[in-house]
């Protein structure tokens, strides 16, 4: 199996340099995918690249959907994307480290409905907390796994 690639749901990615390190010690192309609304300077690696989509809510997430592949990576803190990658075979992770599996993706989903409608009632629900050294460190430990797994064939 050749390797995987990484896809990033680049524009508020707070771990891509992290990608960019793994990717360069494995080996591994990377795409970061965004609207462009923040500067965000190219992979330093030899299989790197930008994509740069047009405006819309799900612009990003379509253009990954369309071109992962099973066995690929994607980086995101978006759970209705990650469930996409998910049901085309390839594995999907959150800067925080957390890995989507078919066991957690629905729970994720559910919740997610719920604090929506939650936040359109009014109520405030809070943020996700900003990542430190040990989310950091995890999210390392589990791109690291999702990558070996995906070219072992797992």
């Known amino acids: 199996m050749s390797a995987p690639t990484l896809y990033i749901d680049g524009d508020a990615c707070p771990v891509r340099e992290e990608c960019y390190r793994v990717a360069g010690r494995l080996g591994l192309a990377v795409v970061v995918v965004g609207n462009g609304s923040r500067g965000v300077r190219p992979p330093p690696l030899p299989g790197g690249r930008i994509v740069v989509v ?48 078919g066991d957690n993706i629905g729970g994720a989903l559910a919740s997610r409905a719920i604090g929506r409608s939650l936040r359109e009632a009014g109520v405030a629900t809070g943020g996700p907390p900003p990542l430190d050294r040990a989310a950091r460190s995890r999210f390392l430990q589990a791109l690291d796994g999702l990558v070996q797994a995906s070219l072992r064939g797992a």
Do not use: F, Q, S, Y
């Open 54 to 101: 047009g405006e819309g809510a799900d612009a990003a997430d379509d253009w990954i959907v369309e071109h992962i592949a099973a066995g690929d990576v994607c980086v995101t803190a978006d759970i209705p994307l990650a469930a996409r990658c998910l049901a085309k075979g390839a594995k999907a992770l959150a800067p925080n480290g957390r890995v989507w599996d």
